[in-house]
């Protein structure tokens, strides 16, 4: 029999062909390629099957359970009718058209468990990252092991949590672990050996330029990149944000800006050379990282035709700037009320308000620590012309400690609450930074669900309850709930398995598929023969 | 569907077994040193009946694949090593008790991943018999993404499983169900077409499929005319006799180092 296999003529249906760089490059379509569709990270997808006037006929289509999940951050891709999706060191291929498990792959012994985004697919290959820093090469196909290679040390503090970003070959990885104090870089991979091709540091190092930014602490800066990035095929650059400098709110023991934490960053892809750099918040003391994804879009600024990169950051303002140079354009209130800064100079930084500093009994600030936005995937939509964003309305006590920092010890200088909020999932015209419409929700504000968004002129997201939404992309209309039952924790998708349009997200537990009504049609017993 | 019912019997046997294991407390169990001592004991006394890695003989049980359902804990073993088993081949020692808990510590381990255990055999012979033609594992089976893709990838095998497990699934791989997960399949479509290979996750609904090439074919039940199903496994039965025993204890240790967290320093490729 296995002769027989080995040498019998096979009929192609299947699962076939490779994903090069121009499969990629083309965006979403039945295929979701990249953590956000898009390398621009649009998070938009052409699909129209599903439109405003039929999205109330959505119903599940599929779920399925990920063994021991809690809190689930991946969001998923699909090539060809197969469905990847990463839980803590493990990955799941799942029959995007059944929810039927095609094969799983686990590291139960990496050292360190922790929280995973996302994975990543190029060529016939998957890729993920381990918490301990291994990149992972597997069969799409099988989930047979290619290589697994280390490419940092979790004994300095550095974890895992992002999903890859491929490009030309190379893979992306960025670090985790700012807030325990480490050295943020973001590095490219070889997606055929694994081998390391280039690392940038996102705090430099003693005597570098940018140096004399830092104290003594500087080893242990922070600067995580915890969060992958966006690039610009034409302008072959990368744009990756950077968390928070370390000790989070104790500010006094690294005087001075604190480079490049908190900031936006532009690389060249082939070298990993920084081209620009632009730091929303200088010397940030209330842990706001800046991951929110930093979307490209070209649009007219007053009056001019620009490439833009947008980011709405957690210190509560939403930012445009020049992508090819990195100049500041712009910044508007993302949220209500911030009570840290009256406003942007002309250079894009902030106007500081007096007796902002965590202090040793609490200091009320508004954005909270979980900030005005944060990693929830935003979208894009090239039809409407708006940029989808879930905001948070909500502030915090912030606390300072005056112990000795000690790094990778869990400390980070102090604390800080979250209290009461609420979420806003928000439309907002990149020309001029103004909102359009906005969706308020009810719920704690613990949900990290982000937004995809489709030419049928429909926004799916989830709220800060539970439900799976969908919203008319031009008023913000509610279209269709459905109610998961728990926390919803990672970004939604689409993608199309034989013509049929499907939306896909992780929730805490769980990954569900909705679509259209179908009547359901009944399934003859199959014939099942059984050989000797 | 008996496929399926593995794969979930899977889970709470690796439950029932994780539980066993982190039942005991007595410090002897998982300490190198207690484990190298009770390995000289066990070569010298006990691998005559239960074989060398604990797989079983004419005289001695198998003593890693235990019952899932309320397995002895170690403290029933020292009882039983102690004791020996009246009216069978298995009589009562006279170990002090730290040279029994060296025993039981080393008994334990075997049921532990192959590559975190001694393993006799020469593991660079292993790797020419298994890329060998004489045994022909590659034809089917992929080690870090060398060799076939219609049976169950071995680049984690000695990392996951025990010794005498592997040996087990080499010599009698008929005992082993993972083949269920793995039926060689001949699918006749209801569009004319035919497709062969291994039937991966089926279900009364769908059906996946590995071709001789190593595509992944997702089929759906109601596109299906006919499927025949092989009904025992496609891995050859006869590589008890196919090789010698220095080509299978070589085979072995080349398997049992395929680990994808190999320790630091401990080369096995």
């Given amino acids: 029999m296995r002769r027989t296999i080995l040498a019998g003529v096979v009929i192609c249906l299947g699962v076939v062909g490779q994903v090069r760089h121009e499969d990629v490059m083309k965006g979403a379509g039945e295929n979701w390629l990249t953590y956000a569709g898009t390398y621009a990270g649009w998070r938009y997808s052409p699909l129209n099957q599903i439109t405003a006037e039929n999205a109330k006929n959505m119903v599940p289509k599929w779920v399925y359970h990920v063994p021991g999940a809690r809190g689930l951050r991946s969001s998923p891709i699909v090539y060809q009718g197969v469905m990847y999706i990463t839980n803590t060191n493990s990955v799941y291929a799942i029959d995007a058209r059944s929810g039927r498990l095609v094969w799983q792959y686990a590291d139960p012994r990496a050292q360190k468990g922790g929280v995973n985004r996302g994975a990543a697919i190029w060529g016939e290959r998957v890729y993920f990252t381990t918490s301990d820093n291994y990149l992972v090469a597997l069969d799409r196909q099988t989930g047979g092991l290619i290589f697994n290679k280390k490419f940092a040390d979790v004994e300095k503090g550095t974890t895992s949590t992002s999903a890859p970003v491929i490009a030309k070959g190379k893979v992306i990885v960025g670090s985790a672990g700012g807030d325990s104090g480490m050295r943020g870089f973001i590095m490219a991979l070889s997606a055929e050996t694994g081998a390391e091709l280039w690392k940038t540091y996102t705090v430099p190092a003693k005597g570098e330029k940018g140096a004399e930014t830092w104290g003594d602490l500087i080893e242990w800066g922070g600067g995580a990149a915890w969060l992958s990035g966006t690039y610009d095929a034409e302008l072959n650059t990368l744009y990756w944000t950077t968390g928070n400098p370390w000790p989070d709110y104790n500010g006094g023991v690294r005087q001075g800006d604190n480079l490049y934490t908190c900031s936006l960053l532009a690389l060249d892809l082939d070298t990993g050379k920084m081209k620009w750099h632009f730091q929303f918040t200088p010397h940030d003391t209330h842990d706001w990282d800046a991951q929110s994804w930093p979307m490209l879009v070209d649009t007219e600024i007053r009056g001019q035709k620009r490439k833009v990169v947008l980011h709405a950051n957690r210190n509560g303002y939403f930012y445009a700037l020049d992508r090819v140079t990195g100049e500041f354009l712009r910044a508007t209130p993302l949220i209500d009320k911030i009570t840290w800064a009256k406003g942007v100079d002309d250079k894009g930084r902030p106007i500081q308000l007096p007796n902002i500093e965590p202090t040793a009994t609490g200091n009320w600030i508004c954005p909270s620590v979980k900030g005005a936005t944060n990693w929830m995937g935003q979208s894009y939509n090239p039809g409407t012309g708006l940029l989808y964003v879930l905001t948070l309305e909500q502030c915090g006590m912030y606390f300072r400690s005056s112990q000795e920092p000690q790094p990778m010890k869990n400390f980070s200088g102090g604390g800080a609450t979250e209290e009461g909020g609420q979420v806003v999932l928000r439309a907002l015209d990149p020309k001029t930074g103004n909102r359009v419409w906005e969706y308020p929700m009810t719920g704690a504000g613990r949900m990290w669900t982000g937004t995809v968004s489709t030419a049928g002129g429909v926004i799916f997201s989830g709220d800060d309850d539970g439900h799976m939404v969908g919203l008319d992309a031009r008023s913000g209309k509610n279209l269709w709930y459905f109610n998961t039952g728990e926390l919803l924790t990672a970004s939604p998708i689409t993608y199309a398995v034989d013509g049929k349009q499907y939306v896909a997200v992780a929730s805490a537990t769980a990954v569900f598929a909705f679509g259209l009504f179908e009547p359901a049609s009944g399934v003859e017993p199959p014939v099942v023969r059984m050989k000797k | ?269």
């Fill in chain 2, 1 to 269: 569907m008996r496929a399926i019912a593995v794969v979930f019997l899977t889970v709470p046997l690796l439950a029932q077994h994780g539980r066993y294991l982190s039942d005991s407390h007595h410090p002897s169990i998982g300490n190198p040193e207690a484990i190298a001592a009770g390995t000289k004991l066990f070569m010298g006394s006990c691998a005559g009946c239960h074989g060398p890695d604990g797989g079983g003989g004419a005289r001695g049980p198998n003593l890693v694949r235990r019952s899932l359902w309320h397995p002895l804990s170690d403290e029933a073993i020292f009882q039983v090593i102690r004791k020996g088993v009246p009216g069978t081949d298995m009589p009562p020692t006279k170990l002090t008790d730290d040279q029994t808990w060296n025993l039981v510590a080393f008994i334990h381990a075997l049921t532990g991943p192959a590559s975190t255990n001694p393993v006799p055999g020469d593991a660079a012979a292993g790797k020419a018999v298994y890329w060998g033609a004489k045994a022909g594992c590659a034809n089917c089976h992929a080690i870090r993404g060398q060799g076939g893709k219609t049976a169950p990838d071995l680049s984690n095998v000695g990392g996951s499983r025990p010794l005498a497990v592997i040996r087990e699934s080499i010599v009698e791989p008929g005992k082993d169900l993972t083949y269920l997960g793995n039926e060689a399949a001949v699918v006749e479509l209801k569009d004319g077409r035919t497709l062969r290979g291994v039937a991966k996750n089926r279900s009364n609904y769908s059906l996946q499929l590995v071709d001789g090439t190593g595509r992944l074919h997702l089929l759906r039940m109601s596109d299906v005319k006919e499927l025949t199903l092989q009904e025992t496994t496609a891995m050859p039965v006869d590589y008890g006799t196919r090789l010698s025993r220095t080509e299978l204890r070589d085979l072995l240790a080349y398997l049992a180092a395929q680990d994808i967290r190999p320790a630091e320093g401990k080369g096995s490729k």
